[in-house]
């Protein structure tokens, strides 16, 4: 099939490059003239892992443009739009860039084309945007997208679930072709419980997170450790055991806009939310007290130099979008803190939020030297194997702080450190406060 992909940010391009992999033509189409400048020479504009050779093995059927009016030669039967959908002030979805890049392609559109909304928009857009299907030509369609960052490759072939939000049974089976070669359960409804489906997925999986944030904030003031009541928790069938690690907060460009953007679209719709919004404030505080954590052990931070391993939100990644470590490193500054940061892959991103207020090391033991404790803030899994003797050694005060609860305290306590997570600290006997 012939496949246009309008926007090749991390969606676009990973859809843009599988659905070459998977035996499509492929054009894509970005207002960006640098990124396709870039990608015609070879180079991908952020790191993901297995993107470079799925595009590789793909790039004879993958082609890029900065011209939307290369639809009219191309005549693609399916466009798959991937525009950002940033919030707005008030927390509401900016759908501004998915109804623009449609008004434009539909003047291209000369055969019946179905035309996917793959950015993540709430439900009802729809009917602003019905007026491009009057011609005939065009039908909307919702695939929303599921792919975790640091991960797309595998979750675009190995997904849970593929969800069709659709008008007509023709769309349903251009789609059944598009993703042939997928195997994975299809979901086919209407677009608007399509896209409902993304928001819901999302909200869920959020609101499991600051859940069981609650519960370790709950498990630091009463002594107990949150990673024996993850154990029992996540063991019963019903709740199962992803996703309940408690950390420093989630972050990343779509848990927290998306669940802010569906309490605005239900209250747009007159229903006014009540479990959301916790949601959004617990994340928001759990920087606060994880740095609480360490001031109530390491003091003043004035004169203090404090290292920080990991900069992006999620471990395989470089993007640092509302990541809890420039969140944290912000508040750290603020007390005045020396912080010296390393991250594998994120530092250059980091720059742009950290500027010069923090020294970048250029490895993981560099950025020890003169500190007093380490705190590890992304799930970068040569974090997990580092030398804790070697650590011990390097540090002045005895602890060590994992803002996501993913090391191996074993590990690090027979090294002699003291580990402290959220919900867990090695030396219990410390005061635990708020
Ligand atoms: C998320 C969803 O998981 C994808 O299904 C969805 O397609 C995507 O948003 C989107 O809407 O585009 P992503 O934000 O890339 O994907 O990354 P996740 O792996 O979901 O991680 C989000 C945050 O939760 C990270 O900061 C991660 O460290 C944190 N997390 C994850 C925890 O704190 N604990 C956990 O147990 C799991």
Redesign the pocket.
């Given at each position: 099939m012939k496949v246009a992909v309008i926007g090749l940010g991390y969606?676009g391009l990973v859809q843009a490059a599988c659905f070459a992999k998977l035996g499509h033509i492929v054009l894509g189409i970005d207002l960006d003239v640098q990124k396709i400048a870039s990608l015609q020479s070879g180079m991908l504009p952020f790191f993901e892992p297995g993107l470079e050779d799925v595009l590789r093995e793909s790039v004879q059927r993958l082609s890029c443009t900065n011209s939307i009016a290369a639809l009219e030669v191309f005549k693609p039967e399916v466009i798959l739009i991937c525009v950002p959908t940033p919030a707005r002030a008030d927390g509401s979805c900016e759908t501004q860039f998915v109804a623009r890049a449609i008004a434009e392609l539909a003047v291209y559109v000369l055969e019946k084309t179905v035309v996917v909304i793959k950015s993540?928009v709430p439900p009802g857009i729809r009917k602003d945007l019905q007026y491009v299907e009057t011609s005939g030509l065009i039908e909307l369609a919702s695939v929303p997208?599921?792919?975790?960052?640091?991960?797309a490759v595998k979750?675009f072939f190995q997904p849970d679930r593929l969800v069709f939000g659709v008008q007509s049974v023709w769309a349903e089976q251009v789609l059944r072709a598009l993703h042939k070669g997928i195997e994975a359960p299809i979901c086919v409804m209407s677009v608007e419980s399509a896209q409902l489906s993304?928001y819901a997925?999302?909200a869920m999986?959020a609101t499991r997170?600051s859940f069981m944030n609650e519960i370790a904030n709950i498990a630091d003031v009463v002594g107990a450790d949150i990673e024996d009541i993850e154990r029992v928790v996540g063991s019963d069938k019903r709740i199962g055991k992803?996703?309940?690690?408690?950390?420093a907060?989630?972050?990343?460009?779509?848990?927290p806009k998306?669940v802010l953007a569906l309490s605005q679209a239900a209250r747009l719709h007159g229903y006014e939310t009540r479990i959301i919004e916790p949601i959004i404030e617990i994340n928001a505080d759990q920087p606060r007290r994880f740095v609480n954590k360490v001031r109530e052990r390491l003091g003043d931070f004035s004169q203090k130099t404090i290292a920080v391993w990991g900069l992006a939100?999620?471990g395989n990644?470089d993007d640092v979008r509302e990541?809890?470590a420039i969140k944290v490193i912000e508040l750290l500054l603020a007390q005045g803190a020396a912080v010296q940061v390393y991250d594998p892959r994120a530092m250059k991103q980091a720059y742009a939020f950290l500027q010069d207020r923090v020294t970048y090391a250029t490895s993981m033991q560099e950025a020890l030297y003169g500190a007093e404790t380490l705190l590890i803030l992304t799930?970068w899994p040569e974090f997990m194997k580092a030398d804790w003797n070697d650590i011990a050694h390097a540090l002045a005060s005895p602890y060590l702080f994992d803002g996501?609860n993913f090391l191996s305290r074993a590990q690090i306590q027979q090294a002699g450190l003291i580990y402290c997570g959220i919900g867990i600290c090695s030396d219990v006997s410390r005061p635990l406060g708020n």
């Open positions: 969606v993540t997208e599921f792919l975790r960052e640091g991960k979750d993304k997925s999302n999986l997170l992803m996703f309940l690690r408690s950390g907060g989630f972050g990343g460009s779509c848990f998306d939100f999620n990644t990541s809890p799930e996501k």
